[in-house]
């Protein structure tokens, strides 16, 4: 069983460099998102979708960008990184609507920009 | 707005110690709460969650949690420590019917265990 599957885990982007962290579910999740963790700060955030064509902002959503075209894929995209974006993120599913469910997190992608 | 604290950044305990880790929430109704671990370079497992009825709740691996709405507080406990456990610990918390069952989370708690 997959899971939640996220790709790269390490990136090392230069300021001003685009990216596409890529994250896959393979449990027929409706709810999938985007979270960023910083030292000290939890998890933030960042992007949610509800099902596949909707997506919305989280608390910490500028300079990112999503899309969310099949229930399996939420890509989450830096146009034009910035180092106050070196952080772990981590993108989470969920089956349930309406009552909040276990979310079920991948195993993150480190970014680093320099 | 929700909001979670996480008073204690980093915990110390011996191995076979019991272990208390405090989560104090900020919500106008009762949330829907939950602890989180992650171990060193994984993602986050869920530990146990609160929705309502018994305020004793119990979790995975001998975790256990205690809601309090006098305190506006959902602990974590365990009565005996093992060297497995050193992780770091997340309270989060989530507002029934919410889109996306989007979660706020504490700043997290750092726990080492002392062999």
């Known amino acids: 069983n997959a899971g939640v599957t996220q790709t790269p885990k390490f990136q090392v982007l230069k300021t001003g460099q685009s990216m596409t962290l890529q994250c896959a579910q393979d449990m027929n999740h409706e709810y999938m998102s985007w979270y960023r963790q910083d030292p000290g700060m939890g998890l933030r955030l960042i992007h949610y979708s509800v099902g596949a064509g909707i997506t919305d902002q989280g608390e910490v959503p500028n300079g990112y960008n999503v899309s969310r075209s099949t229930t399996e894929d939420f890509p989450l995209r830096l146009l034009s990184a910035a180092p106050s974006q070196t952080s772990v993120y981590f993108c989470?599913?969920?089956?349930?609507?309406?009552?909040?469910?276990?979310?079920?997190f991948g195993e993150g992608s480190r970014l680093t920009v320099l | 707005a929700q909001s979670v604290t996480q008073p204690d950044i980093h915990i110390t305990v011996s191995e076979g110690a019991s272990l208390e880790l405090r989560c104090n929430y900020s919500y106008g109704a009762t949330p829907y709460l939950f602890w989180y671990v992650q171990s060193p370079g994984q993602g986050l497992q869920l530990l146990l969650k609160?929705?309502?009825?018994?305020?004793l709740v119990q979790g995975i691996k001998g975790f256990e949690a205690e809601f309090k709405r006098s305190q506006s507080s959902f602990n974590l406990r365990k009565p005996s420590v093992h060297w497995s456990d050193a992780a770091e610990y997340f309270c989060?918390?989530?507002?029934?019917?919410?889109?996306?069952?989007?979660?706020?989370f504490g700043g997290g708690t750092r726990l080492m265990v002392k062999p």
């Open positions: 989060a918390v989530g507002a029934p019917n919410n889109a996306g069952n989007m979660l706020t």
């Open positions: 989470a599913s969920t089956v349930s609507g309406g009552v909040a469910g276990e979310l079920f």
């Open positions: 609160y929705f309502s009825g018994d305020t």
